[in-house]
């Protein structure tokens, strides 16, 4: 799939931490990428805080190894991080930085966090990204470092939270649902490759098995769709400041892989 201007159609997928984008995100980028887009994979904070075992060096160098082998295994250009975990705030300094990237990517269709998750980098990297999405276009902010402005028209996409619960635990229904059973498998390979984050997980919160609990979320997104097995959901931002009404690439590029559930359309009002 290409653009007006015959380019591939470009896909960002802006997280939090390495490893985010490969629980609730990666099986659409995948689709995407044999769609005949361009994906980008860019998660803003190292991993440093990630660990009950490495001094903090040695742990954001190897999670930024293994963010780098996942993009290669999907095919993906690799953006590095910016700051520290925790360090994900909502503030002037790191928004012209993160602007930076998104102009450099031009993307059309934008991956982001979902607007209410169980923790605040989640939070600010979805805030952080629509934000400078919204000054794509705007010549008067500057980015650091400096990148032109881009004027092309942009879909913003939220993911499911994770548990795919909000901070209040209360269950969030996607207005889409991705088919990503032919992906599955490079999905879960491309999380393998975040060992340490298996480690921390596994200590820190309980979680023994790493891989289970992604598919065990791909598993429930499946059933709130009815029709598929696995799937990632999604819900579509408002089209104001981003793009025409009705822009919906993500629905164009993924044809039959894609369903926008009516009632959730018709609950919009």
């Known amino acids: 799939?290409?653009?007006s201007c015959h380019e591939p159609v470009r896909v960002l997928a802006a997280a939090a931490h390495p490893d985010d984008i490969e629980f609730m995100m990666a099986g659409t980028l995948l689709l995407l990428r044999n769609a005949g887009a361009e994906i980008h994979m860019f998660v803003m904070a190292n991993g440093s805080c990630g660990t009950a075992?490495?001094?903090k060096d040695e742990i954001v160098g190897l999670r930024r190894q293994e963010a780098e082998m996942s993009a290669r295994l999907a095919g993906a250009m690799f953006h590095p991080p910016l700051v520290d975990d925790l360090a994900v705030i909502f503030e002037p300094s790191l928004l012209a930085r993160v602007a930076a990237v998104v102009r450099r990517a031009r993307p059309s269709v934008l991956l982001v966090p979902s607007p209410d998750d169980y923790m605040e980098d989640h939070r600010n990297a979805c805030r952080l990204a629509v934000t400078a999405a919204f000054a794509l276009g705007m010549p008067n902010f500057?980015?650091?470092?400096?990148?032109?402005p881009w004027s092309g028209p942009i879909a913003?996409?939220?993911a499911m939270p994770h548990g795919l619960r909000d901070c209040l635990r209360r269950l969030v229904r996607p207005g889409q649902y991705v088919d990503i059973g032919p992906v599955l498998a490079m999905k879960r390979e491309m999380l393998s490759c975040h060992r340490t984050q298996k480690e921390w997980l596994d200590r820190s919160q309980g979680i023994d098995s790493y891989l289970a609990l992604?598919?065990?979320?791909?598993?429930?997104?499946g059933l709130l769709s009815g029709r598929f097995e696995h799937a990632e959901g999604w819900r579509r931002r408002a089209h104001w400041g981003y793009?025409?009404?009705?822009y919906d690439p993500l629905a164009e590029l993924l044809g039959d892989f894609c369903?926008?559930?009516?009632a959730y359309e018709d609950s919009l009002g």
């Open 142 to 148: 500057l980015t650091d470092p400096f990148e032109a």
């Open 243 to 246: 793009g025409p009404v009705g």
């Open 259 to 262: 369903w926008t559930d009516p």
């Open 53 to 55: 075992e490495y001094a």
């Open 214 to 221: 992604m598919e065990s979320f791909s598993r429930k997104v």
């Open 1 to 3: 799939m290409t653009n």
């Open 156 to 158: 913003v996409y939220h």
